[in-house]
């Protein structure tokens, strides 16, 4: 598996510049993953490259790694947008991990009828965030909205407006016309825990969003998320 | 959100029966759940059907469920096979979840070449079987093998070999093919943390699986099993 750290201060690299990296991605690469000298690792430069590079010793709280060169990179995928509406902590920051790896632009954490009165907060987001981009590859985490606090639904279904949306909506399932291919953007709202009430779903429709059938069976809120993404993402 | 319980002894139910829940059901109605007497409740009866019933009272240790009809339930999907790369075990454990969840009909644990030497225990795997069938409604579980012992690739790839197979496989992101629409069945086998070799993919594509693109970055194996799943599922 890719070793990957991130670089302290964003900017991009070059080939056979070296790099200090600091006391946690130092303790991550020598503790956690007992990487060592000359260990090929890969390194975020924080603004959307990822660098190949060699780790060259250093002191255990700041190792050094000598880029060798940038390592490309897929081309973007379409712009989804997940309105989480928010259950327990442990479901959203699976839902978090799981949309970033598939490749989510931007996750907005929604206060739903029945969202429980608790969200996780911006340390243990941003501390997902990080380990599914180690894990991922990815550059770049999605943009977190409602992490401070999480967005009522008339104010999340205005966000990215202009990309078709659609909810998940068991009542509907195998009613559904598959959703067209996603050119731009799409958004995708699931509800939390008990889905989303009858009244919540009619204000979604009302916003324009269209039901969209996940399968055969009623899915949590995390395993919701990342079918009705991957649906979109790889729709016909 | 809907409570589910388990009959004690398998057989089909019938309208206006009157069910004894054992301990275990009522421990889960009673102190997990906190339902009540009227409490509208369903009920599993191991043969397939799920009943809609009245939690009538009855012993602590032995609720009661007054039976009131058969709930309808959705035509079986297609029959999806998971030749799941053992991941450590909580990441097993997820993905059996999540597939089961989606309406998978075998998930195969499968040792692989980057497997850790460890896997979830039957008594483990029951578990996680029916807490993802009290939540999703599913009558009936996976039939999971391997939980007494993986299975290595070459029997793995024996199952169901007249199903149309799958293999993810990140060096071909982007160059595949989308999966024509699945008619009667489909396998899907992805690796363990760290992917598979490029043997075991040789190997999956000697046994005539086709690669199958994941998304942009590379997933983990519990979101790769459920991502890929849903491609099939979904396939146009």
Redesign the interface.
């Given at each position: 598996?890719?070793l990957r750290v991130f670089a302290g201060a964003p900017g991009a690299l070059e080939a056979g510049a070296r790099v200090r990296l600091d006391a946690e991605e130092s303790h991550y690469l020598r503790r956690v993953r007992r990487a060592r000298d000359g260990a090929a690792i890969e390194i975020f430069d924080g603004v959307g490259g990822l660098w190949s590079a060699t780790l060259e010793g250093g002191d255990p709280k700041a190792s050094v790694a000598a880029i060798i060169d940038a390592v490309p990179l897929?081309?973007?995928?379409p712009r989804l947008t997940l309105l989480l509406g928010l259950p327990e902590p442990s479901a959203a920051l699976?839902a978090i991990?799981?949309a970033t790896?598939?490749?989510a632009a931007a996750i907005v954490l929604v206060r739903c009828a029945r969202s429980q009165n608790t969200h996780p907060g911006p340390a243990r987001v941003e501390r997902v965030l990080r380990a599914a981009q180690r894990?991922?590859?990815?550059p770049l985490p999605p943009h977190v909205e409602g992490v401070e606090g999480p967005l009522g639904l008339a104010e999340a279904l205005a966000i990215a407006a202009d990309d078709p949306g659609y909810f998940a909506w068991e009542a509907l399932?195998?009613q559904d016309a598959?959703p067209p291919r996603v050119s731009a953007g799409a958004r995708l709202l699931v509800g939390p825990?008990?889905g989303l009430t009858r009244p919540e779903a009619d204000q979604a429709a009302a916003a324009g969003l269209q039901p969209l059938a996940l399968?055969?069976?009623?899915?949590?809120t995390e395993?919701a998320a990342?079918?009705g993404l991957?649906?979109l993402?790889?729709a016909?």
């Open positions: 598996m890719s897929p081309p973007p995928p699976q991990t799981q790896e598939l490749g894990q991922c590859g990815r399932r195998g598959p825990e008990g399968g055969p069976w009623t899915l949590r395993t990342l079918v991957t649906r993402l790889f016909p």
